[in-house]
């Protein structure tokens, strides 16, 4: 089955989840890259607020809802900070103020202006929208730092609705590229550290940001080092990559 799409949200997802164990003796690992798509917004955006943010440990999500809607971190209700979730997610996609409205239950209007706050909060992350989408169209293509291109044949199109959908992608490509091209790094940092440290652990799963190990208990301590380690140092970036652990008897104890 497409392990990737197995839900984590839900109740039944998660005993969905219950039921993926380890081969017997061993425990289930989850390292999971935190945030790792806006900490690269805030890389190749330039955003020091961001980069400040995620430097410090902050809680981003909670941080862009204290910004953008000027409440008090201290008072921040739940809901203002889940708003603020959906935007920082958007933005990275392209979302238009349909899309944002249509995702949090509002109007077009209404959603409009917390894009247009938000901007105004981080304005480096607007500059960076639009200088990505003239780069797309002057070459005909967006490259990642990595040098992977992705070409968008539709980004001078004179269909709108094409053109429009290419500009999404030529915003959102870099961010999820980048944090694609990383764990892939991540992934062949630690195959050669598994083998050179003689370790019997093994990847079993790669899902999205996650990296799914099979450990032998005894080996718990120094495999999470070792991964974590491959993990967070896999790209220099201007923010740290934080990397999240788990250990279970099965896949929902781990994550």
């Known amino acids: 089955p497409n392990l990737q799409n197995i839900p984590v949200r839900t109740v039944e997802g998660r005993k969905i989840r ?21 900490r690269v917004l ?24 204290s910004q953008v809607f000027d409440v008090p971190l201290g008072s ?10 959906e935007i920082n997610f958007g933005i990275i996609y392209g979302i238009s103020a349909f899309g944002l409205g249509k995702q949090l239950g509002i109007n077009r209007n209404l959603a409009a202006e917390y894009m247009a706050m938000y ?20 070459l005909g293509y967006i490259e990642t730092l990595f040098g992977r291109r992705l070409y968008l044949r539709d980004i001078n199109a004179g269909n709108g609705i094409r053109r429009q959908a290419a500009e999404r ?47 032998p208990p005894g080996e718990t301590k120094e495999v999470v080092d070792l991964l974590k ?17 788990g250990i279970g008897n099965n896949w929902d104890q781990a994550h």
């Not at 219950?18 to 806006?38: M, R, W």
């Not at 739940?78 to 979730?85: E, S």
């Open 18 to 38: 219950a039921a993926f164990i380890p081969e017997d003796g061993y425990k289930l690992l989850s390292l999971d890259y935190s945030q790792i798509e806006l």
């Open 42 to 65: 805030a890389h190749v955006a330039k955003v020091s607020a961001l980069r400040k943010a995620f430097e410090q440990g902050q809680d981003i999500h909670a941080l862009t809802a």
């Open 76 to 85: 921040l209700p739940h809901d203002l900070r889940r708003r603020a979730q």
């Open 119 to 138: 901007f105004a909060k981080y304005p480096g992350v607007k500059d960076y929208m639009e200088s990505i989408k003239q780069s797309a169209r002057d």
């Open 169 to 215: 992608a030529a915003i959102n490509a870099p961010v999820q590229g980048i944090a694609a091209d990383i764990m892939k790094i991540a992934m062949i940092n630690m195959h050669q550290g598994l083998k050179i440290n003689k370790l019997d652990a093994k990847m079993t799963l790669q899902v999205h940001d996650e990296l799914i190990i099979e450990s």
């Open 229 to 245: 380690k491959s993990m967070s140092e896999a790209a220099r970036l201007k923010v740290p990559l934080e990397v999240d652990v």
